[in-house]
């Protein structure tokens, strides 16, 4: 198997990885990417709590990604944004530099979740499966004013 069927990259349009194969150029649709320019979306990084909110312009994609996958993409040529376009509200933002080189420890006292999950392999006679549960639980967060 060559490693160019198995390579993946991140969709513009929904930032979920898919295999390249599947994917396409965003300039072949570039006419279509009107329907995801949303207002109250996306919003620039502020240093200090007085600098004034901003939008960014432009339709609400994955910055310096180039490819989007055929599901996006036929959903966009037909008209519809996308289940899981960033422009539904799921658009979170650059990662701030204070936040990018924090060590399991930090993580762990800033997430907002905590997570658990139990993998288990079983074997029995010439059948295998694998069972998995996970569980999140919400971090109690004080609320600081």
Known sequence: MLPS????AGCAC????????KM?????????LDILDVDGVTRKYRESSKDPLESIKGPV???NCDLICNACRAQLRI???PNNALAT????????????????LEQILVSRLRHNTNFIKVNATSYRK???HC???ENPMPELY
Request: aromatic share 8%.
């Open 5 to 8: 069927k198995i390579e993946e």
């Open 14 to 21: 929904c930032a979920q990885l898919c295999l390249k194969t």
């Open 24 to 32: 396409s150029p965003i300039q072949k649709i570039k006419n279509y």
């Open 61 to 63: 994609l994955v910055p």
């Open 79 to 81: 008209g519809k944004v």
């Open 89 to 104: 509200g799921l658009w979170l933002g650059e990662v701030p530099d204070v936040l990018k080189n924090l060590n399991y």
């Open 130 to 132: 694998m069972v998995a």
């Open 135 to 137: 569980v999140s639980w």
